[in-house]
């Protein structure tokens, strides 16, 4: 079974409604929507992402800069990084053994994301 097929199988058996998508598995966790993108190419890349969690524009870059910096050098395993041009993602990515226990890393993943978005909202917020 690939990575795709025990994350849709995890999501489902915990109670979430995972949907698939063109790039991978979308759902909601607590009214939070995240992201599992799929890398067909590696089977042991695991990357959950919480997508759009705030919107970039000119004037508030500067300020979104240092947020990013600062949940990136202080949080273990996730980044932040704006994919789009105008919009700030948070991504917990990990590498996975041929036989991966998910109930073992994705609620934590899941927490490190929500931890992170807390982070960045605090930083914007300060200025």
């Not at 009214?31 to 959950?48: A, S, T």
């Not at 919480?50 to 395993?77: Q, W, Y």
Request: hydrophobic share 45%; net charge negative.
């Amino acid at each position: 079974m690939n990575l795709k097929e025990l994350m849709l199988n995890y999501l489902r058996e915990e109670g979430f409604c995972p949907k698939e998508e063109e790039f991978g598995l979308a759902f909601k966790c607590e009214g939070l929507g995240f992201l599992f993108f799929y890398d067909e190419d590696d089977n042991e890349y695991f990357r959950l992402m919480m997508p759009g969690i705030f919107d970039v524009t000119e004037e508030n870059l500067p300020a979104v800069l240092v947020a990013l910096n600062k949940v990136n050098s202080e949080m273990k395993v996730v980044k932040a990084y704006t994919p789009v041009p105008d919009s700030v993602w948070i991504s917990f990515e990990v590498l996975v053994d041929s036989t991966p226990v998910l109930a073992d890393f994705v609620p934590r993943g899941i927490s490190m994301l929500r931890a992170a978005q807390r982070k960045f909202y605090e930083t914007i917020q300060q200025g």
